[in-house]
């Protein structure tokens, strides 16, 4: 039960667009469309934003969107604003005997 | 309006017991997988627990297994999360968490912190 990984930290300026990663392998990422993203600011639970893969749940901007390339999905907020100022976290279904793994998270700076 | 509401957090001994709860509101309870994860300080989240609607199916990290305890009781909307043998690293905040098979993690409660030290 490996976490996937994901950069430490990205950076960008207000209206900048950045690209998270979120590598897996062929048992989890690589072996489903069910790579999910969750924002958290600091002291606040985890806000969905992305789903399988590339949908967003109604309420989100359309400033976010995901995609996957075999192991790797990514995240990428374009028009980057104060407020995406916040930690992002990849998940993706893992199995039937693992079922969720998470990455180990990515702090965004808004510069 | 979809709610989930944990309590049952607090401070307990290494090797110590804690019984964490879920409320849930908003939604059919019954009808939807249910999840725990939790935040070490500082650290990111880790998937602890899922349990299926009717509560026949289980799954846990590897860390807790033979530990934790998840459950349900449908007919008072709640989820459960027994802990036992509770050590130092057990030491964070646990999130309750509506689980959809398509669209992940989509709801969560606003957490309950369980702190292990002596």
């Known amino acids: 039960q490996s976490a996937l990984t994901q950069p430490a930290s990205v950076s960008g300026s207000p209206g900048q667009s950045i690209t998270i990663s979120c590598t897996g392998t062929s048992s989890d990422v690589g072996s489903y469309n069910l790579v999910s993203w969750y924002q958290q600011h600091p002291g606040k639970a985890p806000k969905l934003m992305i789903y399988?893969?590339?949908k967003r749940p109604s309420g989100v901007s359309n400033r976010f969107s995901g995609s996957k390339s075999g192991n790797t999905a990514s995240l990428t907020i374009s028009g980057l604003q104060a407020e995406d100022e916040a930690d992002y976290y990849c998940c993706s279904y893992a199995g039937s005997s693992t079922r969720v793994v998470f990455g180990g998270g990515t702090k965004l700076t808004v510069l | 309006e979809v709610q989930l509401v944990e309590s049952g957090g607090g401070l307990v001994q290494p090797g110590g017991s804690l019984r964490l709860s879920c409320a849930a509101s908003?939604?059919?309870?019954?009808?939807?997988?249910m999840s725990w994860v939790r935040q070490a300080p500082g650290k990111g989240l880790e998937w602890v627990a899922n349990?299926?609607?009717?509560?026949?199916?289980?799954y846990y990290v590897d860390s807790v297994k033979g530990r934790f305890t998840i459950s349900r009781d449908n007919a008072k909307n709640s989820l459960y999360l027994q802990m036992n043998s509770l050590r130092a690293e057990d030491t964070a905040v646990y999130y309750c968490?509506?689980?959809?098979?398509?669209?992940?993690?989509?709801?969560w409660g606003q957490g309950t912190l369980v702190t292990v030290s002596s």
């Open positions: 908003g939604f059919t309870f019954s009808s939807y997988w």
């Open positions: 349990i299926k609607q009717d509560g026949s199916e289980k």
């Open positions: 968490a509506h689980y959809d098979f398509w669209s992940g993690l989509d709801y």
């Open positions: 399988e893969g590339s």
